[in-house]
C-alpha cells in the first residue's frame, strides 16, 4: 500500500508592507513547480494581510518525495519573504508579532486524498477521534514582541467563530452528507461541511484537515506532513482488512477539543475507561431491539489521562505507518520534542524565537530562518543537539532503531520478552487445570473410576 497524495496551504503574514504589492511581485516572478504544477499565492478572503503558499496535490510517500516538495515550498517563501522586504515590510507567521501589535492568526491547512468513499469515510472519522490530540500538538499562543507570554493551547481555535468540532460519519454518500449539512444547519446554524475540523469533500474524494495552527517553522509543517500521511495510511490499512473507525461519544469529543484548545499538552485528556465493555452492552442493546443512538449518547465511564501521554502513545502506536513512509527521526523530531525532551518541558520553534527576542538578536532574521529552512528538524534539530548533546542524540538512535524495525516501542518489548521457563508454576498450573493446585491428577469423578 501506498501513501496518499496530499496537498498543504502554508499560512503566511506580511508585516509593514502592502500584501497586495508583495502578491504582484511574486506573481510577476514566478513561484516554483511542484508535480507539474505551480505552487500558487493567495490572499485570504477575509484578512487581506494574510497570505497562503498552496501546493499542488503530491505524493510526499518517500524521503526524497518529501525533500523535493518542501525544498521548493522554502523556496517560494523565501521568495515571498524577499518581496516584503523590498516592499518595506517584513514576512512573518500568522499570531507572530515583529512589532508591539497583535496580529491575526491563521491556520496550515491540509488535504489528505482517498481512493474510495470507503476509505474516505473511515478517514474522517479516525482523524476526527484523533483531533483534540493534533489541536494539542500544532496548536500555539500568539507572539507579540515584548509582551507577557502567551500559554494557551490553540489561541487561533480560542479565537474563532469558524470551527466546529468534526462530526462521526456513518456514510459519505450524498445523501447522508446532506443530512449532516442540516442537522448543522438546525443546531449550529451552520450549513457548510467544511466548517468541521475534519471534513470531507464531496466530488473529489478529499479529506479537510482545518485544525492545525500554521506554524513558525517550515520542519514543524513537515513533521505534520508526516503524521497526517501516517494516519491517512492507518486508514488505508484499516479499509484493507476490512475494518471501519467506531464512534465516538461527541460529548467526549468536544470535552476533550475544549481542553486541548484551552491547556494544549498540559490538558488532561478524557478517554473511555471500559471501551469493550460499552460495545458489548451495545450489541446486548442492539440485539433487543433498542436504537442504536439511546446506547451511544450514555455517559462512558471515564478516566484522565495527560496530553503528553496520549500524544506519546499516539506516536509510538504509528511507528508501522512511520517506517512504511521511510521517515526519519530528524523529520518527525518537532513532534518528538514535545514528549520526548529529558526536561519534561515541550520544544518549539516559536520558544527559540522567544529566546531570540530576550537575547537582543535579529529577530526578523531568525523568523526567515525558520520559515524557509527546509532540513529535517531544522532549527530545533540544532537546539536539541546544542541543549542536549547526550540524552538528545540517544533519543534519536532509539528513535531510529524503531523507525528501522517497524515495530512500535510496546511490540519491541513483546518481542524481546524472553519466553517463559518450561518448569514455572504458571505451567504447572495450567497442566494440572483438571487436577488440584499442585497439579496431581484429579481423583474420580462420581460414578467413575480412577483412570
Known amino acids: 500500500m501506498g501513501a496518499a497524495r496530499q496537498a498543504l496551504a502554508k499560512g503566511l503574514m506580511v508585516q509593514g508592507a502592502d500584501p497586495a504589492a508583495v502578491l504582484a511581485a511574486v506573481s510577476r516572478s514566478g513561484l516554483p513547480s511542484l508535480g507539474g504544477e505551480s505552487i500558487r499565492l493567495e490572499q485570504h478572503p477575509r484578512r487581506q494581510e494574510l497570505l497562503r503558499l498552496t501546493t499542488p496535490m503530491t505524493w510526499l510517500g518517500t524521503r526524497g518525495a518529501r525533500r523535493e516538495g518542501f525544498d521548493a515550498l522554502g523556496y517560494a517563501i523565501d521568495m515571498v519573504a524577499t518581496a516584503a522586504r523590498q516592499a518595506g515590510?517584513?514576512?512573518?507567521?500568522?499570531?507572530?508579532?515583529?512589532g508591539g501589535s497583535a496580529v491575526p492568526l491563521d491556520g496550515d491547512t491540509h488535504w489528505l486524498e482517498t481512493a474510495d468513499p470507503v476509505e474516505q469515510e473511515v478517514l474522517c472519522n479516525l482523524l476526527r477521534r484523533h483531533s483534540p490530540l493534533l489541536i494539542a500538538i500544532a496548536g500555539r499562543g500568539s507572539f507579540v514582541r515584548g509582551g507577557r507570554r502567551d500559554r494557551i493551547g490553540s489561541r487561533w481555535l480560542a479565537d474563532s467563530h469558524e470551527h466546529l468540532a468534526a462530526r462521526f460519519l456513518a456514510s459519505v454518500t450524498e445523501r447522508h452528507l446532506y443530512r449532516v449539512q442540516a442537522e448543522l444547519r438546525r443546531r449550529d446554524g451552520i450549513s457548510h461541511l467544511d466548517r468541521m475540523d475534519v471534513a470531507p469533500l464531496m466530488g473529489n474524494g478529499s479529506v479537510l484537515v482545518r485544525c492545525l495552527d500554521a506554524q513558525t517553522s517550515l520542519a514543524e509543517t513537515l513533521a505534520h506532513v508526516l503524521l497526517l500521511s501516517a494516519l491517512?495510511?492507518?486508514?488505508?490499512?484499516?479499509?484493507?482488512e476490512g475494518r471501519r473507525e467506531g464512534p465516538v461519544s461527541q460529548r467526549l469529543l468536544e470535552?476533550?477539543?475544549?481542553?486541548?484548545?484551552?491547556?494544549?499538552?498540559?490538558?488532561g485528556m478524557?478517554?473511555?475507561?471500559?471501551?469493550?465493555?460499552?460495545?458489548?452492552?451495545r450489541e446486548r442493546d442492539r440485539d433487543r431491539g433498542r436504537r442504536e443512538h439511546q446506547v451511544r449518547d450514555a455517559p462512558p465511564d471515564e478516566r484522565k489521562i495527560p496530553a503528553r501521554q496520549a500524544v506519546r502513545a499516539l506516536l509510538d502506536d504509528l511507528v508501522p505507518e512511520f517506517s512504511r513512509l521511510d521517515a526519519t527521526p530528524e523529520e518527525i523530531l518537532p513532534l518528538l520534542c514535545l514528549v520526548e525532551l529529558?526536561?519534561?518541558?515541550?520544544?518549539?520553534?516559536?520558544?527559540?524565537?522567544?529566546?531570540?527576542?530576550?537575547?537582543g538578536q535579529a529577530l526578523p532574521e531568525a523568523v526567515r530562518t525558520a520559515l524557509t529552512d527546509s532540513r529535517p528538524g531544522g532549527?530545533?534539530?540544532?537546539?536539541?543537539?546544542?541543549?542536549?548533546?547526550?540524552s538528545g542524540q540517544l533519543m534519536l538512535n532509539v528513535w531510529r532503531e524503531a523507525l528501522e524495525s517497524g515495530l512500535s516501542l510496546r511490540a519491541r518489548r513483546d518481542h524481546d520478552r524472553p519466553p517463559a521457563r518450561s518448569g514455572s508454576r504458571p505451567d504447572q498450573r495450567r497442566r494440572g487445570r483438571a487436577?488440584?493446585?499442585?497439579g496431581r491428577p484429579a481423583g474420580p469423578s462420581k460414578g467413575g473410576k480412577q483412570q
Open 255 to 267: 470535552e476533550n477539543r475544549a481542553r486541548a484548545i484551552s491547556d494544549g499538552l498540559r490538558a
Open 379 to 390: 532549527l530545533l534539530l540544532d537546539a536539541v543537539l546544542a541543549e542536549y548533546p547526550g
Open 232 to 240: 491517512a495510511l492507518r486508514a488505508r490499512s484499516m479499509v484493507k
Open 342 to 359: 529529558p526536561g519534561g518541558q515541550p520544544l518549539r520553534a516559536q520558544d527559540l524565537l522567544t529566546r531570540s527576542a530576550g537575547n
Open 435 to 438: 487436577g488440584d493446585r499442585r
Open 270 to 281: 478524557v478517554e473511555d475507561k471500559r471501551p469493550r465493555e460499552r460495545e458489548r452492552e
Open 89 to 98: 515590510g517584513m514576512l512573518t507567521a500568522p499570531g507572530l508579532s515583529l
